[in-house]
């Protein structure tokens, strides 16, 4: 059996893993590989830890106030607090610039699933149109990763859009605003589904409705933004620790893989890596090499590895990334209740609108404010601070976000590339995200559909408070060296081989060659199961 050199533990690199493992096959993982802080107090609850912490300012907000979303300077609603900090954490070696974008990276024991909000939906035959492989493919593979992950799902009219296909466990239990909303749709299901073209399900998500594969289920404890105590949400941590469990299996972590090195033929011969506590580069070698760093930093490791042979600064266009636009809304039939804290936090609702060419679907959640950090939306209301408390209190059981997502192209101005570092051999990774001139348009389709929708509900939506968030924002990057049926530079055959290096196999988003508006994530993690599971 073969030995498998893997670079990164986010959710592309974990599964991958495993399933070589299971197939036999010996499995190396170097990793960077920041670890979260452990979780403080994991039974309590959300009001609990405000009641009974010494700090609790310092606990969900920082000691120094960073985890406050100040509005003047951040478009979304949603804020990362200090716990999840790890995640987002870069090496000082790992220099970028961007240009009308702000990308997001993520080197942390799992990657950006780390702070994901678990949306889990399969793609179908229309958002594999551009794909050099069909849903029958992901079909199988799909139904693996539910298997392993467990993810709550419920069979709506959502399944029209995304195949219904795995052994999915039971969703959470609906708060009572989502069920609410949920229920006035069934009442208005046919003038919502033919007059607005929109159709409202259960969301589809990686969190556990019950005990299952040795992980606890939701403990509805409303600490979710701050990270799950618990463990009931799928973190490719999880999957990791599985696969440690395996003898086939050598985890590195604390190094950072630079470049490949290969020879004349294009065989790559060794990962190149510095620890990051100094001392001498490693070298790690392998029959097989595979790039699942997330797409930016498999991007970016492929360009070094040419730069440092050739001398060539090589352009990879089509970057991709979901816009995401934030939608809040007040359902008018919830004022005077009380909000439920002790609840699961992100969204029990999921939307599609279909559109004239399927591959324009568009996707959104809905996420009922609990027990969120709420000082964004305060801020944002036309008030001062004691006015709009005051007013917030008395709207909050009916305050929700409609979170839209538009697909993305491959654009040849939307493009990567690398800038070396004078007097160095380092290099800086530099981005270039162009506008989609359809985009405007189909966004305005969108978000007009959205607001009927939810008046046809019972909802209304504040003029000026909706925020279309900036390039990058959603983190959902793709298409850089995508996948094709044809052989081309820079690009991957079906199997993931990078053409040119045919011992080379790019598992992550960066071989996607088209983008749809759903979360991504889902499809990731079975597109590495599948290529894994075709090595010889």
């Known amino acids: 059996m073969a030995e498998i050199a893997v670079v990164g533990s986010g959710a592309c690199g974990v599964h991958f893993a495993l399933t070589a493992l299971q197939?036999?096959?010996?499995?190396?993982?170097?990793?960077?590989?920041?670890?979260?802080?452990?979780?403080?107090?994991?039974?309590?609850?959300?009001?609990?830890?405000?009641?009974?912490?010494?700090?609790?300012?310092?606990?969900?907000?920082?000691?120094?106030g960073e985890g406050v979303v100040y509005p003047a300077s951040k478009p979304s609603y949603y804020g990362h607090p200090p716990s999840k900090s790890y995640v987002f954490r870069v090496p000082e070696r790992f220099a970028t610039r961007a240009r009308a974008m702000a990308p997001l990276f993520s080197f942390a024991r799992g990657g950006l699933a780390e702070a994901w909000t678990a949306g889990s939906y399969a793609f179908g035959e229309s958002d594999l149109a551009e794909f050099p492989f069909g849903y029958e493919a992901l079909r199988p593979c799909y139904q693996e990763v539910a298997r392993r992950i467990g993810v709550g799902a419920a069979r709506d009219d959502l399944a029209r859009f995304i195949p219904y296909d795995a052994d999915y466990l039971d969703p959470l239990p609906l708060d009572q605003h989502s069920a609410l909303l949920l229920a006035r749709y069934a009442d208005k299901r046919g003038r919502l589904n033919d007059r607005y073209g929109f159709y409202l399900g259960r969301s589809r998500v990686a969190t556990l409705s019950r005990d299952y594969a040795g992980r606890r289920g939701c403990a509805q404890l409303g600490r979710c933004l701050w990270g799950c105590p618990v463990g009931a949400i799928y973190s490719p941590a999880h999957t990791l620790a599985e696969c440690l469990r395996h003898p086939g299996f050598r985890y590195l972590p604390g190094v950072l893989v630079r470049h490949f090195s290969y020879g004349i033929d294009g065989r790559v011969t060794s990962f190149e890596a510095e620890p990051l506590e100094g001392g001498a580069p490693i070298q790690v070698r392998a029959d097989w090499y595979v790039l699942a760093a997330g797409a930016l930093a498999?991007?970016?490791?492929?360009?070094?590895?040419?730069?440092?042979?050739?001398?060539?600064?090589?352009?990879?266009?089509?970057?991709?990334?979901?816009?995401?636009?934030h939608v809040?809304?007040?359902?008018?039939?919830?004022?005077?209740?009380?909000?439920?804290?002790?609840?699961?936090?992100?969204?029990?609702?999921?939307?599609?609108?279909?559109?004239?060419?399927?591959?324009?679907?568009?996707?959104?959640?809905?996420?009922?404010?609990?027990?969120a950090a709420v000082h964004p939306i305060v801020q944002s209301l036309p008030l001062d601070l004691r006015s709009a408390l005051d007013a917030f209190r008395g709207l909050r059981a009916g305050l929700g976000i409609a979170n839209v997502n538009l697909c993305d192209r491959r654009r040849e101005a939307s493009r990567l590339t690398i800038e070396p570092v004078p007097g160095t051999d380092r290099t800086t990774l530099v981005l270039e995200y162009a506008d989609d001139p359809g985009e405007p348009a189909r966004l305005a389709r969108a978000l007009r559909q959205v607001r009927r929708a939810l008046s046809a509900l019972g909802c209304v939506v504040p003029p000026g408070m909706t925020r279309v968030l900036p390039k990058g924002a959603s983190v959902h990057y793709?298409?850089?060296?995508?996948?094709?049926?044809?052989?081309?530079?820079?690009?991957?055959?079906?199997?993931?081989?990078?053409?040119?290096?045919?011992?080379?196999?790019?598992?992550?988003?960066?071989?996607?060659?088209?983008?749809?508006?759903?979360?991504?994530?889902?499809?990731?993690?079975?597109?590495?199961?599948?290529?894994?599971?075709?090595?010889?």
Request: hydrophobic share 40%.
């Open 23 to 64: 197939n036999g096959h010996r499995v190396v993982l170097l990793d960077v590989g920041y670890q979260p802080p452990p979780a403080i107090r994991p039974d309590a609850s959300l009001d609990a830890l405000k009641d009974e912490l010494e700090d609790p300012v310092g606990y969900f907000l920082g000691p120094a």
């Open 478 to 536: 793709a298409g850089t060296l995508p996948m094709s049926r044809e052989a081309r530079e820079y690009c991957c055959d079906p199997q993931g081989r990078l053409h040119g290096f045919a011992n080379l196999i790019v598992a992550d988003g960066a071989s996607f060659p088209f983008l749809p508006a759903k979360n991504l994530t889902f499809t990731l993690m079975a597109n590495a199961v599948r290529l894994a599971s075709q090595l010889p």
């Open 328 to 371: 809040p809304f007040l359902t008018f039939g919830m004022l005077g209740r009380s909000y439920q804290a002790a609840s699961y936090q992100y969204h029990h609702l999921a939307f599609g609108l279909p559109q004239s060419d399927p591959r324009d679907y568009v996707h959104g959640q809905i996420t009922t404010l609990k027990a």
């Open 298 to 325: 498999s991007s970016k490791i492929v360009l070094d590895s040419v730069w440092r042979r050739t001398g060539r600064i090589a352009v990879l266009p089509g970057l991709m990334d979901n816009r995401q636009v």
